[in-house]
């Protein structure tokens, strides 16, 4: 079954991550430098992750926030919510060194629905930032 990893992405916006160094869940003290040796270039580079995905601002044509917008990844099953202030965030995978392609479909009841174009991630360190300016329907 899921783990905390996965309700955390699709639930809350945010990337947890839990890493296992190790067979042994408390090694020997003597044992932790080695694990840092083995594992350190890779530790270190880990953080930089969080620099790949998109984030921005979801809002109205008066550029007011719309606070019950969601928002769907077409490679994500779970909607994504917006704060009071419109804001959203979410990490995007960029594919081992190819360039990964992206659709977002923003809704909000009361609104025009809008999908975006392509968001490309060409890098390991690509964070885009894109706003959404979504229209009242038409009744």
Same mark, same amino acid.
């Given at each position: 079954? %899921? &783990?905390?990893q ?5 639930? +809350?916006?945010c990337?947890?991550?839990?890493? +296992?160094? &190790?067979?042994c869940?408390?090694?020997?003290? !003597? $044992?932790?430098? =080695?694990?840092? #040796?083995?594992?350190k270039? +890779?530790? @270190?580079?880990m %953080?930089?992750?969080? @620099?790949? &995905?998109? #984030? &921005? ?7 007011? %926030?719309?606070? /019950?917008? !969601?928002? *769907? *990844? ?8 917006v !704060?009071s ?7 995007l995978?960029?594919? =081992?060194?190819?360039?990964?392609s992206y659709?977002?479909t *923003?809704?909000? %009841?009361? #609104? =025009? +629905?809008? /999908?975006?174009?392509?968001? *490309?991630?060409k $890098?390991?360190? !690509?964070?885009n930032?894109?706003?959404?300016? @979504?229209?009242k329907? /038409?009744?």
């Open positions: 079954p %899921p &783990g905390m996965n309700y955390n992405y699709a639930q +809350s916006n990337l947890e991550i839990t890493v +296992s160094l &190790g067979c869940k408390y090694p020997p003290t !003597t $044992d932790i430098r =080695n694990y840092w #040796y083995a594992n270039a +890779s530790l @270190l580079a %953080p930089s992750k969080i @620099l790949n &995905g998109v #984030y &921005g601002i979801v809002m109205d044509s008066a550029e007011q %926030p719309i606070p /019950t917008a !969601t928002i *769907v *990844v077409d490679v994500n099953d779970g909607h994504l919510s !704060t202030r419109g804001e959203y965030w979410r990490p995978p960029y594919r =081992n060194g190819k360039e990964t659709y977002m *923003v809704t909000a %009841p009361g #609104y =025009n +629905s809008l /999908t975006t174009k392509r968001i *490309v991630m $890098d390991q360190m !690509t964070y930032r894109l706003d959404f300016m @979504l229209f329907t /038409t009744e």
